[in-house]
């Protein structure tokens, strides 16, 4: 498709996407003022993504709609997988953050070069919401430590957390317990009463202006501190090559997950709204902005879907809005920095809490209990993976996961035995469990697979079932339907040629139905065309052999 930056935008919904714009930065800023302190970097990390990647993403991406930032679960991500590299809030660590964005960044870029896309398809939906789910609980310990006053390590090991939650609970500061309640019931009663409204940024006033007029600083409320003002700076992370290669393992988890949930909400609201969208176009426009990032002191960028269902709801149907973000954000930084610096950390901890709450999946994963238990198995996994072992032990256990579950689909394909009817114009159905061949004499089997070394067993068992139960005696043709075949792997062909060894010793007649041209040049590769008949149907093959009998009888 062709690129048009800012696509859909004209002179009669510039108001409405202004409008949507001021809201997005009302949501935007404190959203990402938490999620910087998450991933242990200082409050302009989280702001500096809002400028120049922003912008960046705005103009490029094919998605009118998908907002790009930092979320909950790329925080984590970055958190949990420098901790072990570098003391949060150090300079080091904050090098090492700008380096993991570059990396992903250029990772997006390379999947979009070479149509990578379909990687993300591995991140099933129950993987994704377990994945997601266990940074989501790992986040909110660390939240729910800062609602109550207790000093924890946030970017410790999620047991550490809990025990140093439950240590700490003689230290709750009361203060900050009463701004977090307070917090929560405004935004909680609020998105319910008017959804319209950014509350988010209503409870960082109403609370920055208490702590400021009842001086609660004094009282043990912590608070964001000095906040360093002017725009972001170009600049390069300076590391070393073994610092660069022990960030790939992360960079690619966070590559992963961002592709995994970008590309799908970027279609979904492509369909909704009726516009199209490009997955590389979009893979493309993620790398430039992690770059972006990266070199201009941000961190690690994905698709937020929260402030895209916002966008959504006030009726934006452009990238204008990411664009005044940017521009908004950047007069932030220039002049009202210090408006941030007595913005309470119980607040911003209930924002964030009450932000990833819903990101713990809860209802999902009542609804997989009820639909599949193996799904469910698989998302508890990745859960218990992401937060006991950390987010890189927990991608790793999401993808084989995943490959388990499409080889246990794979290995079990449906086979089965056609029926025919009365009437020329149906197809061929599946036989009742009573009924044993096709027609007299002839069986028609189909195989609802590729067939390759993990279910040729299959369809070897289930011929050889079938020609025993309807009597080898009996059956004369076997028909193997192959229009769900698309593949034949070496394994596959070696298995399959010793199945028609077995049907020749029968004197079973060997014969093809419904195969694409591709698999006949496979077959014909591993020589199992040799001595078979290849008819366009399953109908014209039990005609044909129908038509021989007559013949044969007559004579």
């Keep these: 498709m062709r690129w048009r930056p800012l696509a859909g935008l004209t002179r009669h919904n510039l108001g409405t996407e202004a409008l949507a714009g001021v809201t997005l930065i009302a949501i935007a800023v404190p959203l990402n003022i938490g999620y910087a302190q998450i991933a242990g970097l200082p409050p302009t990390a989280g702001l500096y993504a809002l400028i120049v990647p922003a ?34 809030g150090t300079a080091n660590y904050i090098t090492l953050a700008l380096a993991q964005a570059i990396i992903s960044g250029v990772m997006f870029v390379l999947a979009a070069v070479f149509k990578l896309g379909f990687l993300a398809n591995f991140l099933s939906k129950p993987i994704l919401i377990g994945f997601v789910g266990g940074l989501a ?41 009463a701004i977090s309640v307070g917090a929560v019931l405004v935004l909680v009663i609020g998105r319910r009463l008017a959804r319209a409204v950014p509350w988010a940024l209503v409870v960082l006033v109403a609370a920055t202006l208490l702590v400021v007029l ?50 799908l909400v970027s279609r979904s609201y492509g369909e909704k709204r009726g516009y199209p969208t490009s997955p590389n176009r979009d893979l493309l426009a993620f790398g430039l902005s992690n770059v972006a990032a990266g070199a201009s002191g941000g961190f690690a960028i994905g698709s937020s879907t929260s402030r895209t269902a916002a966008m959504d709801q006030a009726g934006s149907r452009t990238q204008l809005p990411s664009v005044i973000v940017g521009v908004g954000t950047l007069l932030l930084m220039l ?70 579950n499409l080889a246990r689909r794979a290995a079990n394909p449906a086979v089965d035995i056609l029926s025919a009817n009365d009437s020329p114009d149906s197809s061929l159905l599946p036989l009742e469990p009573t009924v044993t061949m096709t027609a007299p004499g002839v069986i028609v089997l189909r ?19 079938a020609v025993r139960k309807a009597g080898p005696e009996k059956v004369k043709h076997l028909v193997f339907d192959l229009e769900a075949v698309t593949d034949i792997d070496v394994t596959g062909a070696e298995g399959f040629g010793e199945l028609c060894d077995w049907l020749k010793e029968k004197s079973i007649q060997i014969h093809f139905s419904r195969m694409r041209p591709e698999l006949r040049d496979g077959l014909a590769h591993f020589d199992l065309i040799e001595g078979t008949t290849s008819f366009g149907t399953n109908r014209a093959a039990i005609a044909a052999f129908a038509e021989a009998q007559r013949h044969l009888e007559e004579k």
């Design 214 to 263: 009842a001086n609660l600083e004094d009282y043990g409320v912590a608070v964001l501190g000095h906040i360093d003002a002017g725009p972001p700076t170009l600049t390069w992370p300076v590391i070393s090559w073994t610092a660069w290669l022990q960030l790939i393992p992360s960079a690619i988890a966070l590559t992963l997950v961002s592709m995994g949930e970008g590309l």
């Design 447 to 465: 195989f609802a697979a590729p067939i390759f070394f993990a279910n040729v067993g299959v369809l070897e068992d289930a011929a050889k079932k």
């Design 137 to 177: 609980l790992d986040i909110l310990v660390s939240q729910v430590a800062k609602m109550l006053g207790v000093k924890i390590d946030s970017g410790g090991e999620f047991v550490d957390k809990v025990s140093g939650l439950v240590a700490g609970l003689g230290t709750v500061n009361a203060a900050s317990v």
């Design 55 to 88: 912008i960046i993403y705005a103009l490029v991406v094919s998605s009118r709609q998908l907002v790009a930032s930092p979320d909950a679960a790329a925080a984590a991500l970055v958190a949990s997988s420098l901790g072990g590299l570098a003391v949060a």
């Design 335 to 404: 002049f009202g920095t210090s408006l941030l610096e007595d913005i309470p950390s119980p607040a911003i901890g209930a924002i964030v809490a009450v932000a990833v709450v819903p990101l713990l999946g809860i209802p999902e994963f009542r609804s997989l209990w009820k639909l599949d238990r193996f799904e469910f198995i698989v998302g508890a996994s990745c859960f218990l993976g992401a937060l006991l072992l950390g987010p890189i032990a927990g991608i790793v256990i999401a993808f084989v996961l995943s490959l388990i």
